[in-house]
């Protein structure tokens, strides 16, 4: 069993920042990647950055710029920092963990964006 519990979240100002955090636990033997999806109301789960541990990062459009992804391996954590923040980034954040082939998600923290 592996727990991914997150944290960071809240409501900040458009051109704020915060830094979500992500810390997993249990059973886990090999991690391949760590990385953090978000979900907006009525949309579906998109990919917002992953790390492998490999060192390969992927951002997606939306985050290039402006957040940045990085990973504590001797802790299994990872964070998003994410500046500029905008009113479209509102979403539920889901921590990810790929281990072995196996998909673990975080139960989800709300970042809200607005003024």
């Known amino acids: 069993q592996v727990h991914l519990v997150e944290s960071g979240g809240g409501l900040v100002q458009p051109g704020g920042s915060l830094r979500l955090s992500c810390a997993a636990s249990?059973?886990?033997?090999?991690?391949?990647?760590m990385g953090w999806y978000r979900q907006a109301p009525g949309k579906e789960r998109e990919l917002v950055a992953t790390k492998t541990t490999g060192g390969m990062t992927i951002y997606a459009d939306s985050a290039k710029g402006r957040f940045t992804i990085s990973r504590d391996s001797a802790k299994n954590t990872v964070y998003l920092q994410m500046n500029s923040l905008k009113p479209e980034d509102t979403a539920v954040y889901y921590c990810?963990?790929?281990?072995?082939?196996?998909?673990?998600w975080g139960q989800g923290t709300q970042v809200t964006v607005s003024s």
């Open positions: 249990g059973s886990i033997f090999s991690i391949n990647a």
């Open positions: 990810n963990l790929n281990s072995m082939g196996h998909m673990y």
